[in-house]
């Protein structure tokens, strides 16, 4: 079984910025693509980007286009999320997700395995 270990969230200001990683152990499988998504207080988990595994595409939700930028180092084993230019409407609970098989990329149910999530509090 795979695992994911995610790390780099916080509390920061509006304006600031955070770098998210999550590292993947265990035996891993061929994949369409990998992402990161979001889940904020009694809303609904939320797809915040994506990046293809077999070259540098990559897809974001308008709400973080322009602001974070997803990437990927396969040798690692590991995904990044660079959040810049934080808003108080960022604050959730961010969780990697891998193994997504069928393109449908900003569906929860295309990922296979997921990580613990890790908090991002941005404040006023």
């Known amino acids: 079984q795979v695992q994911l270990v995610e790390s780099g969230g916080g509390l920061v200001q509006a304006g600031g910025s955070l770098r998210l990683s999550c590292s993947a152990s265990?035996?891993?499988?061929?994949?369409?693509?990998m992402g990161w998504f979001r889940q904020a207080p009694g809303k609904e988990r939320e797809f915040v980007a994506a990046?293809?595994?077999?070259?540098?595409?990559?897809y974001y939700a308008d709400s973080v286009k322009g602001r974070f930028t997803a990437s990927g180092d396969n040798a690692k084993n590991t995904v990044y999320l660079q959040m810049n230019s934080l808003k108080p409407e960022d604050t959730a609970v961010y969780y990697c997700?891998?193994?997504?098989?069928?393109?449908?990329?900003?569906?929860?149910?295309?990922?296979?395995?997921w990580g613990q999530g890790t908090q991002v509090t941005v404040s006023s």
């Open positions: 990046i293809r595994r077999s070259g540098s595409s990559t």
């Open positions: 265990g035996r891993t499988f061929s994949s369409y693509a």
């Open positions: 997700a891998v193994d997504c098989y069928n393109g449908h990329y900003y569906s929860t149910g295309c990922y296979r395995y």
